[in-house]
T-cell receptor, first 109, second 112 residues
């Protein structure tokens, strides 16, 4: 079993829909990251969380430390949100990351 | 601040050759990590350098090596290239502990 599991693997939705991507982990962590990777490879760090909830524009990330679970939400989704969303957890103070497999999101106009 | 830069962006090599990739971190960042991304294996950690010392290492063969210079710029070298080394190689830099990593655009390597 992978230490970081994401679901769903693939998600196709219509523009405007509310999107939820889930991440569950089985190890003790120091922080959890949500990253976005566009076609072509560039990776952008969206959030780093160790507790609670963070919001940036239409993106919201939550984490429940007790349940070892995090969610990334996108409100009013747009085709430009189409990308691979990756959850990664930092497991020690040196922040070597364990990566989820990613969720490929396609938003259709 | 300028972001993390990687050169070259694209590279084509043949089996048996060696390659050197370069990463310039964000100014002031002393930690540089390297990752390999392939369709089949996803993102895998190669190694991390901090203040010119390798601090962490992933599970890659000795053909993969790296170094970091006094200005925190880092290079990654792969010797005796194999077809399976074709991948996107990503570099990320980090400042203080408990701060995010910032990724470069990657170098896409194709081994023929």
């Amino acid at each position: 079993k992978n230490e970081v599991e994401q679901s769903p693997q693939n998600l196709t939705a219509q523009e405007g829909e509310f999107i939820t991507i889930n991440c569950s982990y089985s190890v003790g962590i120091s922080a959890l990251h949500w990253l976005q990777q566009h076609p072509g490879g560039g990776i952008v760090s969206l959030f780093m969380l160790s507790s609670g909830k963070k919001k940036h524009g239409r993106l919201i990330a939550t984490i429940n430390i007790q349940e070892k679970h995090s969610s990334l939400h996108i409100t009013a989704s747009h085709p430009r949100d189409s990308a691979v969303y990756i959850c990664a957890v930092g497991v020690d103070s040196n922040y070597q990351l364990i990566w989820g497999a990613g969720t490929k999101l396609i938003i259709k106009p | 601040k300028a972001g993390v830069t990687q050169t070259p962006r694209y590279l084509i090599k043949t089996r048996g050759q060696q390659v050197t990739l370069s990463c310039s971190p964000i100014s002031g960042h002393r930690s540089v990590s390297w990752y390999q991304q392939t369709p089949g294996q996803g993102l895998q950690f190669l190694f991390e350098y901090f203040s010119e010392t390798q601090r962490n290492k992933g599970n890659f063969p000795g053909r993969f090596s790296g170094r970091q210079f006094s200005n925190s710029r880092s290079e990654m070298n792969v010797s005796t290239l194999e077809l399976g080394d074709s991948a996107l190689y990503l570099c990320a830099s980090k400042g203080q502990q408990r701060t995010p990593q910032y990724f470069g655009p990657g170098t896409r390597l194709l081994v023929l």
